[in-house]
């Protein structure tokens, strides 16, 4: 069993992948809202990065700038719209499931043993996988029902495992 604090994050991670579930439009607004302002908030730092470095590498401060201002146009743009952050999270599942199979296909080829197989084949199950949830992520009702799930999946497991107790296990101690 994991400690307090997990069992605390858990709660409030089940809590909130319901929430998510029970209001979805307003819910990936909240998360759009917020994605835009980090975005925005590394655009600014960027920014300060530029004229920070001008002494030091003019090439450096001036890709700083280039970057910063992209930063916060981007960050502006995703701001609270819902229907681009719901292209962008189906973009990225798309991107990650081409990547998954590609590495899986090559694990199947390159590793030998069983273990090498089974990791190539689960590589392509999850690469597929990850397709077709990047498919139902360009309607912003699935992309909520999507991030629920994930956050009461993972709200379960902080009540079972605690995620510091992995970092310093053994290959050996490893849960099975």
């Known amino acids: 069993m994991a400690e307090g ?7 409030l991670a089940v809590i ?3 929430l998510v579930i029970a209001f979805p439009l307003f819910s990936v607004f909240t998360v759009s809202a917020l994605a835009g302002f980090a ?3 590394l655009g600014i730092w960027l920014l300060v990065q530029s004229f920070g470095t001008w002494g030091a590498s003019k090439a450096a401060s001036i890709a700083y700038l280039i970057l910063g201002i992209i930063a916060i146009i981007c960050g502006i743009g995703l701001f609270g719209h819902i229907l681009l952050f719901s292209f962008l999270a189906s973009i990225w599942l798309y991107f990650v499931g081409f990547f998954l199979i590609i590495s899986g296909i090559m694990s199947l080829f390159a590793k030998e043993g069983t273990a090498g197989k089974g990791s190539g084949g689960m590589g392509v199950i999850l690469g597929i996988l990850y397709i077709i949830l990047g498919t139902y992520a360009w309607d912003p009702y699935y992309l909520a029902l999507l991030i629920g799930i994930w ?7 902080l ?16 849960p099975k």
Not at 5 to 11: K, T
Not at 151 to 157: N, P, S, T
Request: aromatic content about 6%.
């Open 5 to 11: 604090n997990n069992i605390l994050l858990g709660i």
């Open 16 to 18: 909130l992948g319901i």
């Open 39 to 41: 975005i925005m908030l």
């Open 151 to 157: 956050l009461i999946i993972d709200g379960i497991a």
């Open 159 to 174: 009540f079972f495992v605690s995620p510091s107790d992995l970092v310093g296990m053994e290959k050996s101690e490893m």
